[in-house]
């Protein structure tokens, strides 16, 4: 067998896998971690916890001293701008304090650096109440959290059984229209047969029209039960016409 063989092979099976898992029945156990995966208002409850987690950590951070480091540099003929930087690196001579050369300098540059440091001491308790704040935020966003997952896992469990109980209904529909259609069957003959009045007939068949008219509705609560569950579960395949529920 050759590698190409081999290749096609696996293929094959893999496929073959991946069909039986789709058909597979989905358990309530399933729809919840897809749930949990999948459902986008979840999702964005847990952006919360982050956000409250952030402010958390901006609210430390005042208690933390900080640093600064910053350079410049200046080039420029003005009088008091060159008086200044010559002043600040201590490179007077004589020269410089003639009139002339303080009135009309030769342009002259200067680099600056500064690192700083600051330590904040006293705040009045304004930081300690700022991080006790986003503490209990943060505590608040956590519990924010864990209830929106335990109201996510009851309406996964709700839309779950609702489709069961859904299904289980168009199943009683359809089996009373097959028992409508052949009492019509029965009706017809025994007409024919003169057994019975047409009234008889007609009354069968009345009564075959509105199971069929039942079942439909069944059908549709279906369909609506299937959306409720692939919408709580937020993948459109977990209420698929193709996957059954599992009792």
């Not at 092979?9 to 597979?24: E, H, I, Q, R, T």
């Not at 749930?35 to 982050?50: D, I, W």
């Not at 640093?67 to 690196?89: A, G, H, I, R």
Request: net charge positive; charged share 15%; glycine share 6%.
């Amino acid at each position: 067998m050759g590698w190409r063989a081999v290749i096609l092979l696996w293929l094959c099976l893999g496929w073959g896998v991946a069909v039986l898992a789709a058909d597979a029945p989905l358990t309530l156990g399933e729809a919840m971690l897809l749930a949990l995966k999948h459902n986008p208002a979840l999702a964005a409850a847990g952006l919360a916890v982050e956000t409250a987690e952030a402010d958390l950590a901006k609210a430390r951070a005042r208690f933390l001293p900080t640093v600064n480091f910053n350079e410049t540099y200046n080039f420029s003929d003005n009088p008091s701008q060159v008086f200044m930087s010559k002043l600040n690196q201590r490179v007077f001579t004589g020269q410089d304090f003639l009139l002339n050369n303080l009135n009309n300098p030769n342009a002259y540059g200067n680099f600056r650096t500064g690192l700083v440091m600051r330590q904040p001491l006293f705040q009045a308790g304004e930081a300690t109440l700022g991080y006790q704040q986003a503490r209990l935020g943060r505590e608040m966003a956590a519990a924010y959290v864990l209830s929106a997952r335990q109201q996510l896992l009851f309406q996964v469990t709700q839309a779950y059984f609702g489709l069961q109980l859904a299904q289980a209904n168009l199943a009683v529909v359809q089996q009373a229209r097959h028992t409508a259609a052949a009492h019509l069957k029965i009706a017809q003959t025994r007409f024919q047969a003169g057994t019975v009045v047409h009234s008889d007939v007609l009354s069968a068949q009345v009564h075959l029209a509105k199971v069929s008219q039942e079942e439909m509705t069944a059908a549709s609560q279906v369909q609506i039960a299937r959306s409720a569950l692939a919408t709580v579960v937020g993948r459109p395949e977990a209420g698929g016409p193709g996957r059954e529920m599992a009792l």
